[in-house]
């Protein structure tokens, strides 16, 4: 009577969650968060900002590091590192160019962390198709949640919590690949009074550098025409 009772309980759930997910038209779904990003693109197209980038390596703040963001006319996402700040007292001499030579490689590797987190932030239309249709949608505390293997990368995943209301993203989680290195990141959405969303805080693990990125972009100014 009990291995009755229980596979009828197991019954229920599995069907009940079928059809949660024959419910999520996830082709509209995909074409409905295409369309609240690319509106919200066009208002932050009128931003410019920083990020404040800390770097810490084995729990020790080793560097801080400040980048402007701005668009183009094409619409192309610009970067520039204005500021650099390491707290490793310099050494004289060789050691001394040896140890900047050294800051600038990380520097180097910090961006392209962040540049492959960029890659998640923003994802063009194909790419949130492609997403959404091999995604696994569900809804969770009143938001919906996907998430997809092979995402940009092989072997890599995405993890996205979305405002059903705006379709806009609340939440990003993803692991991939930096070179041969894993990279852990989570990616937290705000948004202005007049309802532009946009990232503010990035947090990157890089286990094998033994290497955490605190980032938050802050600053945002409406660009004078």
Known sequence: MKITKLTLLLFVIFIGNFNLQAQIDKEKLALDISKAEEANHQKLKEYVWKRRSDVFIESQLKLTTITEFSFTPEGKLETKIVDAETTVKKKPGLRGQAQANAVEDKVEYIEKA?????????????????????????????QLEAVADNVHVNGDRLLVRIDPKTHLFTYKEFTSLLGKDKIEGKLNYEQFSNGTNHLSVTTLNLPAQKMNIDAKN????????
Not at 117 to 142: C, P, Q, R, W
Not at 218 to 224: E, K
């Open 114 to 142: 962040l540049t492959l987190a960029l890659d998640y932030t923003f994802m063009t239309k194909g790419e949130m198709l492609d997403f959404i249709s091999k995604a696994t949608v569900t809804e969770k505390n009143g």
């Open 218 to 225: 802050q600053d945002y100014t409406i660009r004078i025409k």
